[in-house]
């Protein structure tokens, strides 16, 4: 399995709504990611986690929390979310000493 | 410092023409450069990648030329495909940690037929 799987693949939520984004590897790699991808924008980091603790927090709000489960799985959960927020939102993962990056295909995330 | 800055924004070449996009970073402590390529609804997808202390790389189509002096680096896609439109990224990777990718702007490349 060469995948980093991502669902819901499209999501509209409310600004009062809580929900969460869900990321799956089975590659063994022991990086996740989540990044923030604006339209016509690269991809912009937003937390990094290594050996499931976190290890790079790029100054994002609090209304995006992270959790990593386990090595294999890595959420988004999401509160309070403004119009602004609305992106696609890729995960992606690395091991730990090399250079094999893997981006899922991302969520859409509309906040209405 | 931790800048990479990709050009042009975007690109038209005829079928069959060659590519080129070009990209220069000014943090030395970047120690590996990807290139990824990216289709509308889709995740980026690593395309090719090259080391600090290669001055080329070629993949197919696809070439990387890097000059560590310059701090430049370029994609050079030949005999370019209609299939080849699609942004692509430049991105410069550093350890704080763990690996932290720093993408250029993006490149919007349009073949056409």
Same mark, same amino acid.
């Given at each position: $399995? ?39 924008? /690269? ?22 929390? /992270? ?29 730990? $000493? ?15 | ?28 402590? %970047?120690?590996? #450069?990807?290139?990824?390529?990216? #289709? ?21 189509? %696809? &070439? ?22 699609? &942004?692509? #990224? ?19 490349? &349009?073949?056409?037929?």
């Amino acid at each position: $399995d060469t995948e980093v799987t991502q669902t819901p693949k499209h999501l509209v939520m409310g600004m009062t709504n809580k929900k969460s984004l869900k990321c799956e590897q089975h590659m063994g790699h022991r990086a996740m990611y989540w990044y923030k991808q604006k339209a016509k924008k /690269p991809p912009e980091l937003m937390f990094v986690y290594s050996y499931e603790k976190l290890s790079i927090n790029e100054s994002v709000p609090s209304r995006f929390s /992270p959790e990593c489960p386990n090595s294999s799985l890595l959420n988004l959960h999401l509160h309070a979310l403004q119009p602004e927020d609305s992106a696609l939102y890729l995960c992606a993962s690395s091991q730990g $000493d090399s250079y094999g990056y893997t981006f899922g295909s991302g969520t859409r995330l509309t906040v209405v | 410092q931790q800048q990479v800055k990709q050009s042009p924004q975007s690109l038209i070449v005829q079928k069959g023409g060659i590519s080129i996009i070009n990209c220069a970073y000014e943090n030395t402590a %970047f120690d590996y #450069f990807p290139w990824y390529q990216q #289709f509308p609804g889709k995740g980026p997808a690593l395309l090719i990648a090259i080391r600090p202390d290669v001055s080329e790389k070629k993949e197919g189509r %696809f &070439t990387i030329s890097f000059n560590k002096s310059a701090k430049q680096f370029s994609l050079h896609i030949m005999d370019s495909q209609p299939g080849d439109s699609a &942004t692509y #990224f430049c991105a410069a990777i550093i350890w704080r940690g763990a690996q932290k990718l720093v993408f250029g702007q993006g490149t919007r490349l &349009t073949i056409n037929p």
